[in-house]
């Protein structure tokens, strides 16, 4: 196993495979990859399917405009609604998948296999088309789909590091606050002065 540090900078968004399939094993390590991610509460609102069926990828494909990619794997992570933290702390859901989603896509990487993360969630068109394909029932959202598969691309390893937008102790210092002055039209008297 590399250095983290490395995998981090080395996953790419790659969107071209080779026909070799992901083995039963490296899914394995893939979900339990997922499923190592951190969940608010510990609640862990997330379902995978798993889909390496030929004609079921083809018809994923067909329906996602900006993921017709041929990987031989796609995991479709989902939020589970009756799982996910309850209001005003729903929307963590869509974090605790995020990073499931993230962990997917960094086992991937330091397993040697290329990955994509094809957004579904928020876009109601996509996640609509999403959810009929694999019968997902009314409480559980499709996230993502996270493609995968052996590499027929390389892409150099990269941070996108950028110290502007590093900001220390609190985000820009507070401009210094202008008094109102008391003197309504123009340069004026200051108050006090003439008073003695
Ligand atoms: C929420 C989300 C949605 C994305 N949706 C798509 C998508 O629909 N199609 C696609 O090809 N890539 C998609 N990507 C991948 C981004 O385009 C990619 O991460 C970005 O261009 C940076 O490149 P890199 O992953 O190689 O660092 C998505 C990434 C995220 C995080």
């Not at 993230?102 to 991937?108: V, Y």
């Not at 029932?137 to 691309?153: C, S, T």
């Amino acid at each position: 196993m590399s250095d983290i540090l490395e995998i981090i900078k080395r996953r790419r968004s790659i969107r071209k495979f080779t026909a070799e399939p992901v083995s039963q094993e490296q899914i394995q390590a893939l979900l339990e990859a997922a499923m190592a991610a951190p969940s608010a509460s510990n609640r862990r609102p997330w379902e995978f399917v798993v889909i390496n069926d030929e004609k079921r990828l083809e018809a994923l494909r067909a329906r996602l405009p900006f993921g017709r990619y041929n990987a031989p794997l796609a995991i479709v992570v989902c939020g589970d609604m009756r799982r996910a933290y309850p209001a005003p702390g729903r929307d963590f859901w869509i974090c605790d998948c995020s990073a499931a989603m993230q962990n997917i896509l960094l086992a991937a990487t330091g397993m040697g296999l290329g990955s994509v993360w094809v957004g579904i969630y928020p876009i109601g068109l996509l996640v609509r088309a999403v959810s009929s394909l694999v019968n997902l029932p009314e409480h559980v959202i499709p996230l993502g789909v996270a493609y995968v598969g052996h590499p027929a691309e390389t892409k150099p390893p990269r941070t996108q590091y950028d110290a502007s937008r590093v900001h220390w102790q609190e985000f820009a210092p507070r401009a210094p606050r202008r008094r109102k002055p008391w003197w309504p039209f123009g340069k004026g008297r200051s108050k006090g002065e003439g008073t003695a």
